[in-house]
């Protein structure tokens, strides 16, 4: 089965902060050739048409096709937490997201919500994640059902979390370790998905717990560690006084043998200069989540100095912390952070990161993130013109960073016409996606 797509296109090689023009594709009118769920080529569209006749195209000329977005954050049980009011972190999880968790102890609500939370990523064109499930092993059952149901390349886990938290949430570290395991024998590799050892953070996990997790990631050494750290200063003192042997808070994960190049650590607002170095030295990552660290009233976190350091970074929505699934929001909210911490962040830096640079940080590159010949063809169609603001304001723009940005600074899930997943269509805004022979 193939199909080409055309639009204009853009997808990034390598850095552009770093490598300038070189670091990116695009093409004003292009062609993107799809076979069987994978790249198949790529090029100017009167060329390749001109070559290959026959090519059925879908016209979405006016339009520009990215890859997939990438959050490499977010929880999915929290869809309905998302907006509750008047707390920092330790408040809300306790006054808001843990009487939310509980309801997905309930198989058939979890189904109902990752079906949800699903339709919502792609709606925001975002078509792979690193998720949060709950404690229940049944909701990341549900999750990846959903998920491999479409064929998404998604990463999840079960949380696991035995302590300072209510009795219907605690697990064991023992059943957390054999609860995981099932998951990871099941899922890990079925299809497109992959699993993620998630202990929730170290405030809810013994230490007994935590080398569970450790054991885990021993055993199955191409799985994925997710979690929490240093997000809020509260939070920060709370694990020290658990962990009072610890040399901060990295080092209690880095005891248990948690650090390494699949490790993602969301937030790391206040990291010190010692945790640095030891992301460095690990190839452990951040993940970067604008939204939810300035409604969380979190903190700012400064990327540029995570780049002098050489520390991996992603950028995510953190939702229901986070308080938007689009990337584009996202990616708005992260310039005025890094405007707050003195640079300005260039548009097409935000684009690559919110591809390439984190399907590198998910050590997926080889696979998604780019339009590289035979990688996943997973892709977002976006719509210069999909608001009147929009409009004007593209009619005004001349250059590709100057739209780019507007894009940013103004888009949303209305700017999604399409996604594609593995070459197959999970959202049409319109409902017009027109099949021409070309
Ligand atoms: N730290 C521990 N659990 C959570 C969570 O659910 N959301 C956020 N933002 N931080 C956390
Ligand atoms: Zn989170």
Redesign the pocket.
Known sequence: MIQAYRAALLHFHSDPDVDGENAYTFLEDGLLVIENGLVKALGDASTLLAASPDLPVIDYSGHLIIPGLIDTHI?FP?VEVIASHGEQ?LDW?NNY?FPTERKFADPGYAAEMATFFLDELFRNGTTTALV?GTVHAASVEAFFTASHGKNARMICGKVMMDRNAPDFLCDTAESSYQDSKALIEKWHHTGRQLYAVTP??A??STPEQLAKAGQLCEEYPDVYLQT?IS?NKD?VAFVQSLFPESKDYLDVYDQFGLLGPRSVF??GVHLTPREHARFRETGSSVSF?PT?NLF?GSGLLDIAKLEQEKVTYSVAT?VG?GTSFSMLHTLNEAYKVCQLNGHALCPLKSLYLATLGNAKSLQLEDKIGSFNLGNEADFAVLDFNCTPLMRLKQSKSTTLKEKLFSMIILGDDRAIKATYVAGDCVHDRDGDAKNTKN
Do not use: K, M, P, V
């Open positions: 929880h929290q972190l999880l997201t949060f929730r953070f405030i809810t929490h997000e939070e969301a937030h989540c939810s969380l953190d912390g």
